[in-house]
């Protein structure tokens, strides 16, 4: 793993501190957001499978049912108008580059 010494913010501190390179803060990243997805689809897989029991949703009224299911709807499209927005966003600025001098795949058998 790249490490390099990194200045404290604060110029008070003496301790020496250790900061990682943005490859292996990606890499890290990139761990987590894998592990939280199939930790989901896991979840999903599960609940559906095992058939994990909904007492909410078994006490809810046949009008209450439609308020929920319209409300999920409105949200769900929130959240792809986001998710589409996010994904435009990302594809103009272009915040993550590849670095030229080190692949991820090198950073991992370092």
């Known amino acids: 793993m790249n490490k390099k010494k990194c200045r404290p913010h604060d110029k008070k501190k003496t301790k020496k501190m250790l900061c990682l390179d943005m ?5 890290a990243l990139a761990y987590v957001a894998a592990a939280y997805i199939l930790a989901s689809i896991g979840y999903m897989a599960y609940t559906r499978l095992a058939r994990t029991p909904t007492p909410l949703r078994d006490s809810l009224s046949e009008k209450q049912q439609a308020l929920k299911k319209e409300s999920a709807r409105t949200r769900g499209n929130i959240f792809f108008v986001s998710l589409l927005g996010a994904a435009c966003l990302l594809v103009v600025t272009k915040p993550l580059k590849r670095s030229e001098s080190i692949s991820i795949l090198e950073t991992l058998y370092m």
């Open 23 to 27: 490859q292996t803060t990606t890499l």
